[in-house]
């Protein structure tokens, strides 16, 4: 089994940036895709960003293309979502999550149904 943790959550300003941090444990990544999702209230879990573990390959949901950006550190079993310019709209509960697909330049990767494995959540808030 594996398993995922969420942290780096907080209170940022319009503007701001928080980076967000999923370790996993429990299995290797090898093969895996590593994606982010977010869920604001009384709203559905929408796909934010995925990568591969294996070469680090990333697509991003228009949303926040040019605005966030992932990153691994292997070594950590760490995937990162760095975000930047953070606008109200991107206030959220983000969850990390992996599935046994390959992490390639196509919509269907930002999808609920495709991922197995889902963390607890870290809550984002933008506001002034």
């Known amino acids: 089994q594996l398993q995922l943790v969420e942290s780096g959550g907080g209170l940022v300003q319009p503007g701001g940036s928080l980076r967000l941090s999923c370790v996993a444990s429990?299995?290797?990544?090898?093969?895996?895709?590593i994606g982010w999702f977010r869920q604001a209230p009384g709203k559905e879990r929408e796909g934010v960003s995925c990568?591969?573990?294996?070469?680090?390959?990333?697509y991003y949901a228009d949303s926040v293309k040019g605005r966030f950006t992932m990153s691994t550190d292997n070594a950590k079993n760490t995937v990162y979502l760095q975000m930047n310019s953070l606008k109200p709209e991107d206030t959220a509960v983000y969850y990390c999550?992996?599935?046994?697909?390959?992490?390639?330049?196509?919509?269907?990767?930002?999808?609920?149904?495709?991922?197995?494995?889902w963390g607890q959540g870290t809550q984002v808030t933008v506001s002034s």
């Open positions: 429990g299995a290797t990544m090898d093969y895996y895709a």
């Open positions: 999550a992996a599935g046994p697909f390959l992490c390639r330049a196509d919509k269907y990767v930002l999808t609920v149904g495709q991922y197995d494995y």
């Open positions: 990568i591969m573990r294996s070469d680090g390959s990333t």
